[in-house]
């Protein structure tokens, strides 16, 4: 009858096996689609950010001024495509990017712009937080 005991422990052991697995690969899952939406919601907020500078005119008819407007512009455009590529790296669809890229491109209010960069700020912050674990503190 030792049999039993022995047997009961090893499907425990098992058991306790396969369910960190399937804990691990569902916090990697999570990780992944924290990163997508984080990298998603920046290339969003950097493309209203070119969209919206590139758009306005600063009464600056100078040359250093339009220099200077343009390099913004293109900055934030660059911005806005290097996140696009890091969501797409992440796992993020084609067609997930080019909406956040098209919705990026048509917001013009104040409050939208907001929003969007309390949701870059949430998104970060959480990335950041996610990775903190007791065994690197040591």
Not at 46 to 63: D, E, K, Q
């Amino acid at each position: 009858m030792i049999m039993g005991p022995v047997a009961e422990w090893l499907k425990g052991k098992l058991m306790n096996i396969v369910q960190k697995g399937y804990v691990k690969k569902r916090e990697d899952k999570r990780l992944q689609t924290a990163q997508i939406n984080a990298a998603l919601s920046v290339a969003r907020l950097s493309t209203v950010v070119a969209g919206t500078i590139g758009n306005c005119s600063f009464g600056s008819n100078n040359l250093s001024g339009m220099k200077m407007h343009a390099a913004i512009t293109s900055a934030a455009a660059l911005v806005a495509a290097s996140c696009a590529e890091v969501a797409k790296s992440a796992g993020a669809t084609r067609e997930q990017v080019s909406s956040v890229i098209n919705m990026g491109l048509e917001t013009r209010a104040l409050g939208d712009l907001l929003t969007l960069t309390t949701s870059a700020a949430a998104c970060k912050i959480k990335n950041q937080t996610s990775s903190f674990s007791l065994d690197n503190i040591t």
